[in-house]
Structure formats: structure tokens, C-alpha cells
């Protein structure tokens, strides 16, 4: 239970983070609809972080799989789908789970019960990292932007 509320307040303070970046002005590109699945080894992947970071100076743009592990993305600047353009596209799914502590981990960390806490990747890291990924997506400024990412071992 603890796991997921850290990790929905991580990605809560991730796209509020997101939200707040983009400044005062209402001068935004224009951006279009995008949306797509992710599938490890053939299985939609639920809750996991779909990032379309630009090829070059741009604007990146950020979703979140659902249980169908569908995803729509939204910029920034809190506006639904990205601008057209090239993008090196990262996917992850990070849960933050309990751990055995040894008793020197215990007396160090203001943590109850002997319990620490770690974040564990469930899918591969080679996903994770632009400079890692071999997924990529050319948003066209003309529609049909959606994607299927089909992340494998």
C-alpha cells in the first residue's frame, strides 16, 4: 500500500513539475494529438511513464500507461499531446518497494521496524535512458500520431 502512494506522489510531483515549467505566456507551439500502447514481451503495460524527448531544441512531453497500457501524451505547459517533430521516446515503470535492513541500515535511517525502502525498474533500463533507447517517433504535424511500443528483453 506505502508503495503505491510513494509512487503516485512521485508521478503526481512529476507532471505537476511538468505543468509548471512552462512559464507565464500563452506563446506555445501548436502541438497535436498523440497517443500509443507499450507492451513488454506481448503484455500492455500498466502505470508505467511514456517520455517523447525532442531530437533537437524542443519541448518534451510526457503520459502514463493505463491497465491497457494505452497512453496519451501532454507537454510542459499542461496542453494535451506534443509538438510535431522528431523524439527519442523513453518508457518506465518504477515502484518503490520495502527491503530488509540490516541493523546498521536500521540505527542510520530514521525508518520504523527495520524497513528501507528502493526503487526497482520493472522493465528493462536500456528503455529507460535516451541514450539507451532504440525507440523513437516522428509526431507529423497532420495527425495520425499514435504509437505502439513493444519493449522487449
Not at 503526481?12 to 512559464?23: K, N, P, R
Not at 497512453?71 to 517533430?85: E, N
Request: with cysteine; hydrophobic share 35%; glycine share 12%.
Amino acid at each position: 500500500m506505502l508503495r503505491w502512494i510513494l509512487c503516485d506522489t512521485l508521478c503526481l510531483a512529476l507532471m505537476s513539475g511538468l505543468v509548471g515549467c512552462g512559464g507565464g505566456g500563452g506563446d506555445h507551439p501548436a502541438t497535436v494529438p498523440v497517443t500509443g500502447t507499450v507492451t513488454y514481451n506481448g503484455t500492455p503495460v500498466d502505470d508505467a511513464t511514456v517520455t517523447f524527448s525532442p531530437s533537437a531544441d524542443g519541448h518534451p512531453a510526457i503520459g502514463k500507461t493505463d491497465a491497457r497500457g494505452e497512453f496519451s501524451l501532454m507537454t510542459q505547459w499542461g496542453t494535451a499531446g506534443a509538438v510535431p517533430g522528431s523524439y527519442k521516446v523513453t518508457v518506465s515503470k518504477t515502484e518503490v518497494q520495502a527491503t530488509e535492513a540490516t541493523e546498521v541500515e536500521v540505527e542510520a535511517a530514521p525508518i520504523d521496524e527495520g524497513e528501507l525502502f528502493e526503487s526497482v525498474e520493472r522493465l528493462p533500463e536500456k528503455y529507460k535512458s535516451v541514450d539507451s533507447t532504440d525507440l523513437t517517433a516522428e509526431v507529423k504535424a497532420e495527425g495520425g500520431n499514435t504509437f505502439a511500443f513493444d519493449l522487449t528483453d
